[in-house]
């Protein structure tokens, strides 16, 4: 593991010796390596400290993630939230996975600030709001909240090894790097693979993975996947891709929760995009999702003009109406009159 990593783990022992009712959250509308790294450590409280802990959502995750998620054990603060901010103010540590500032589990921000816990992060998202918790496990160069949460774990006392852990910690790891990675297809660096290794080694079951991630959605995503490349996407002369599911298209294919996950990704193989967009209308703004090939930022892009950020080449944010644009309807123009001035100079800045 990082060097980095070593110095604090013993402060993290200490924590997790100590604790009694431990708190994990994770960020809003939380995708794969949310839930996994989120039920991971969940489970290796219950199974291997044997610590009452609660996994809390902020909102519902996609039911296409719904396997992983154990019987008993995690609180949807959206549809329970007394009983979520319940949990909250008892617990004596707060752990929170895949965000790097209290804010991007939107309505839990003010009731994380006020819990007088201890607070823990791990997360490898840029700029960590670090003065918001007690000790921070953060790193940029790896594939996921997964995969650094894997490490740490593997570097408290008494694990060592994957097969110390039981494949109920295992596997949600694997389900979250995984889908982080987009399947292996980016962010994947040498310790991501030795990490999938070390899994299917100790037991995981990849094949019934992959299959419960992918291959288990409706017919209605894939109908949705092919009108949405050929009556939404558009490709500027600079080179980006983009495409804007309004609440018509939605509704259109009662399109749920999850079920457009990777579209933003599709356009990227096309040879003269450089970068791609997806924005899917909520109530009253649309969620943006943005992508990029090497020496793009999407990051920088998701900051400046989203209200955003991520990492540089997958970042996301959110456009409102009529605070950013009038209406709905005005979302193409903003975008190609923001991505044109962007891609004039689409680097990285030096601090990213």
């Excluded at 199974?47 to 996994?55: M, N």
């Excluded at 000790?135 to 774990?153: D, G, H, K, R, W």
């Excluded at 080449?313 to 044109?340: C, H, M, N, V």
Aim: proline share 5%; net charge negative.
């Amino acid at each position: 593991m990082p060097v980095s990593l070593c110095a604090d783990i013993e402060r993290l022992e200490t924590f997790f010796a100590t604790a009694k009712q431990v708190c994990i959250v994770v960020h809003t509308h939380p995708d794969g390596d949310a839930v996994g790294s989120g039920v991971a450590l969940l489970e290796y409280f219950r199974r291997c400290r044997g610590v009452e802990a609660r996994l809390l959502l902020p909102d519902p995750a996609s039911a296409s993630l719904d396997f992983l998620l154990p019987a008993d054990g995690v609180l949807d603060a959206s549809r329970d939230r007394e009983a979520a901010l319940t949990w909250l103010e008892a617990s004596d540590l707060v752990v929170c996975l895949d965000l790097n500032a209290f804010t991007r589990a939107e309505g839990l921000d003010a009731p994380l600030r006020a819990s007088r816990a201890p607070k823990v992060l791990i997360d490898h998202h840029l700029h960590p709001d670090r003065e918001a918790f007690d000790l921070v496990f953060s790193e940029t160069e790896i594939s996921s909240a997964s995969e650094l949460l894997y490490q740490v774990l593997l570097a408290l006392p008494g694990v060592g090894a994957a097969e110390r852990l039981p494949l109920q910690v295992l596997t949600p790891l694997l389900a979250g790097m995984t889908t982080d990675t987009n399947n292996f297809a980016n962010s994947v660096f040498p310790s991501t693979l030795r990490m999938a290794s070390e899994l299917l080694a100790a037991g995981v079951d990849r094949d019934a993975l992959l299959d419960k991630l992918y291959q288990r959605y409706s017919e209605n995503r894939f109908r949705a996947m092919g009108a949405c490349l050929a009556e939404r996407l558009v490709i500027t002369p600079e080179g980006v891709a983009y495409v804007v599911l309004d609440k018509a298209f939605l509704d259109r294919f009662s399109l749920q929760e999850g079920e457009t996950e990777g579209f933003v990704n599709l356009p990227l193989g096309i040879g003269r995009v450089r970068m791609s967009l997806l924005l899917k209308e909520a109530e009253n703004h649309f969620r943006v999702s943005i992508r990029s090939k090497e020496g793009v930022s999407a990051n920088r892009l998701a900051s400046a003009a989203f209200h955003g950020g991520g990492h540089e080449r997958a970042a996301g944010g959110k456009l409102f109406f009529p605070q950013d644009i009038p209406s709905p309807e005005a979302a193409a123009a903003y975008i190609e009159t923001t991505t044109a001035r962007f891609m004039r100079n689409p680097a990285p800045s030096e601090t990213e």
